[in-house]
């Protein structure tokens, strides 16, 4: 008897294999998602994979998506350095479907596959910015859901067609979306852009009092230009802050390094510099004054001189002069910003969040919600104090 | 009852600490933020020492019932049928819980890592390997959780590389949202619920070699455990935040997929924390099982371990697979998750109490 239990448990051992395996080949990996609205004039070709022609529960403002998928063809991405007859479009293949939903056009994709859609390697997500506009939490559930996609992917917004974007093939990288996501993240390295991948992008729109920025793409032929940020209001874009603005986002979030050069020049002088910030700190502070919150920023800023042209008479004078001019011109596009940000009600700095941390009684006595904190928001007393140090001017004395 | 075997008290201590981080530990922040919110932190430290206190008494117990596991202590102090309604109550909300802790786990893999796989073939593995055991013998079970708690503590390690993904606003206020103190306390009751499997401590008390040292040590034990567990919670709700946490259900899983080693050595850790976690629901599950298989044996004063614990594997089995749905676990274990608070916590305490006024003296 006993004997035969070891057998049992023996053979299961060894005879079972994986319920779930799936081997590489047979899945369709796909690399990165398109998403577009479908225009009028496309022949948009729907399955009845989901539902029934006509079947699908009438809305208000029905949107049909045009999603657009990169596979990586197996086999044909290099690992390492290769032989250089590879060119990029045979390591891709581009697919295009619509849908009602997400997963409508996903399971309309999967119709045309042989293989599994497998979405575990998804690198980036491009969104068309007329969907960001009328607000992203329709095409977020899905993604939220599924378990394959990763809270590491990219989510851009691009200004017109997202399938541009993946249209890019970049000469130098096999694998066109491994190049885009690359793109993101050295400018994340590099001070451009603030980490904004898609999971912290889940966490700023579910946060009250926090609203989220995504990374703002525009296709150039075969690559693509960072071209700065889209701030959200709760899930809609309300509007899109150019690379100098998001330089100065990251500014007042003081997050390091900087990535940005400003140029700057001194009033009566010939001489135009450009600076860049190496160091940057940033505090900010809440008080709460006759029952109003007041928020007092203050940005420190240690740069260096990058490049001086019209003139050549650096000296420490000079720079002395140099850092009050840019502390002030400082102190004045960041203001102008945090007024086109509180004009168009998005809390990009999570001020809504520091003043619901710090002063709870208030925040739930009179602001209660996100509603309620645009409202404060709008007219909310923000100072901004910048202190612009520079420690050096590289290889050149004057 | 003669007894060969025996453990020392650190192992005592490596026990709670390895059979506290559990199944729970995949949701158990969701559920507190969810009761309490910000002041997830506070209500998760008076949730431990609420629980503390029951290991406490279940030390003072012991060392007044030296050669008396839980189940004999209720007999003795309460009385045969008393005692005896009260450790069969003990063995079937163990049974429960088990079951319950089982379903999640398949839950959780079926989910997140073998879609495919039927929830019946993960439970039932489970359940073999844990029967497979071998409850004959102290010793062994205590080396087995010797061996894997490195296992369950290194991987959390991990998890210090979302640091830069805490915002402070997530943590604060610390005091939470316009809390009543009744909101609170259901909080850290959540707490308190979802750690009650040290109980399992009450039924090694015999087998302790150095008694002396035992509290001093099981208090290490629970404090490495509930350590391990409050990390948890501070750094999910630090990255998180209320509101996130409360859209998902697994918050620790969607923080191993949000981490990423600095210079790329591993582009995912969630395989990594899924496989930590399985470990951890292993030693939970079989501290659950030894309860099981030792309080029935010695109701039933028999020692014939084998044939309990295989005896015990459709009976839990067919309990794992009683919800129909993720939602329906969760309201159940809840449910039981109340009794067990009842039975692993005022249980102890009362029956230290009675037996003070008793006066009743152990026999050997």
């Known amino acids: ?41 496309e022949n948009v070709e729907m399955y009845e994979v989901t539902h029934s022609n006509g079947e699908f529960p009438k809305v208000e403002n029905q949107r049909i998506y045009k999603l657009t998928a990169q596979l990586a063809v197996p086999g044909k991405i290099m690992l390492g350095p290769e032989g250089g007859n590879t060119s990029s479009d045979e390591t891709d293949w581009l697919l295009v479907t619509y849908g009602y939903t997400m997963k409508d056009a996903l399971a309309n994709l999967q119709q045309e596959l042989a293989e599994k859609i497998y979405l575990g390697h998804i690198q980036l997500i491009v969104v068309s910015d007329d969907i960001a506009r009328e607000g992203l939490q329709d095409i977020m559930d899905f993604l939220r859901r599924d378990y394959e996609v990763r809270r590491t992917a990219w989510l851009m917004i691009t200004e017109g067609e997202a399938q541009k974007v993946l249209n890019a ?67 809609k874009m309300v509007g899109k802050l150019t690379p100098t603005e998001t330089g100065a986002v990251l500014a007042m ?60 008479d650096l000296s420490d004078k000079k720079l ?48 209660k919600d996100d509603k309620g904190w645009y409202a404060i928001y709008k007219d909310l007393d923000v100072q901004v104090h910048l202190d612009y140090k520079i420690r050096r001017v590289g290889m050149e004395w004057k | 009852m003669k007894h060969t075997d025996s453990i020392s008290s650190i192992q005592l201590a490596i026990i709670i600490a390895s059979t506290i981080i559990g199944v729970s530990l995949l949701v158990l922040p969701r559920f507190v933020v969810a009761e309490v919110g910000e002041a997830a932190i506070l209500a998760c430290i008076v949730g431990l020492f609420i629980s503390f206190m029951s290991v406490f008494s279940i030390m003072q117990l012991g060392k007044k019932y030296r050669h008396h596991t839980m189940i004999g202590c209720n007999r003795l102090l309460l009385g045969k049928y008393v005692g005896n309604f009260f450790n069969f109550l003990i063995l079937i909300v163990t049974i429960i819980i088990m079951g319950l802790d089982l379903r999640q786990f398949a839950e959780v893999l079926a989910s997140g890592l073998l879609p495919n796989t039927p929830i019946e073939v993960s439970i039932l593995l489970m359940i073999i390997l844990c029967a497979l055991v071998g409850y004959r013998n102290v010793s062994t ?34 005091l939470g949202h316009q809390l009543s103190l009744k909101q609170f306390m259901s909080g850290a009751i959540v707490m308190t ?78 395989a990594i924390i899924l496989i930590t976690w399985i470990f951890a629901v292993f030693t939970t599950l079989c501290s659950y099982f030894f309860v099981i298989v030792r309080g029935t044996a010695e109701l039933f004063r028999t020692d014939h371990y084998g044939f309990i614990s295989t005896l015990m594997i459709p009976i839990v089995f067919i309990i794992a697979l009683i919800p129909n749905n993720v939602y329906e676990i969760y309201n159940y274990a809840i449910k039981v998750s109340y009794i067990g608070l009842f039975l692993f916590i005022i249980l102890p305490a009362g029956l230290f109490i009675i037996g003070r006024i008793r006066n009743k003296v152990g026999v050997r």
């Open chain 1, 253 to 312: 979030q003081g997050l390091n390094p900087a990535g940005y050069s400003n140029v700057v020049k001194p009033e009566n002088q010939k001489g135009v510099y450009l600076l860049k910030p190496q160091r940057r700190k940033s505090n900010i502070s809440l008080t709460l004054v006759d029952g109003k919150p007041k928020v007092f920023i203050n940005v420190k800023i240690e740069g260096f001189v990058e490049e001086e042209i019209y003139t050549n």
């Open chain 2, 193 to 270: 619920c979802a750690i009650t499997n040290y109980f399992v401590i009450a039924m090694l008390i015999p087998y302790i070699k150095d008694y002396e040292n035992s509290l001093k040590n099981s208090i290490w034990g629970f404090f490495l455990g509930g350590l391990a567990i409050l990390y948890t919670i501070i750094i999910c709700l630090g990255v998180f935040g209320v509101n996130e946490m409360e859209d998902m259900y697994w918050p620790v899983l969607s923080l191993s997929r949000i981490i990423q080693i600095p210079g790329d050595v591993l582009s995912r850790i969630d």
């Open chain 2, 141 to 174: 079970f205590a080396y087995i959780h010797v061996f894997y708690l490195p296992f369950l503590l290194i991987p959390m390690v991990f998890f210090i590389f979302a640091y830069e993904d805490i915002e402070a606003y997530h943590l604060l206020p610390i």
């Open chain 1, 169 to 235: 093939t970049p000469p130098i990288q096999t694998v066109p979306s491994l190049y885009l996501s690359n793109t993101l993240k050295d400018a994340v390295r590099f001070g451009k852009l603030p980490k904004e991948f898609l999971g912290k992008v889940w966490i700023d729109f579910s946060d009250e009092g926090v609203d989220a920025i995504i990374p703002l793409v525009k296709p150039k032929g075969d690559h693509i230009l960072v071209d700065g940020l889209a701030y959200f209001q709760e899930y």
């Open chain 1, 1 to 41: 008897m006993k004997k035969h239990f070891y057998l049992v448990i023996l053979a299961a051992l060894f005879l079972s294999g994986c319920w779930d395996r799936y081997e590489l080949e047979e899945r369709a990996t796909i690399l990165a998602l398109a998403i577009d609205l479908a225009k009028e004039y």
């Open chain 1, 320 to 367: 002395e002069e140099l850092e009050k001019t840019a502390s002030k011109f400082g102190e004045k596009s960041l203001e102008t910003l945090l007024k086109k940000l509180q004009q168009d009600q998005s809390d990009i700095l999570g001020i809504g969040a520091r003043v619901r941390a710090k002063y709870p009684k208030y925040w739930s006595e009179q602001v």
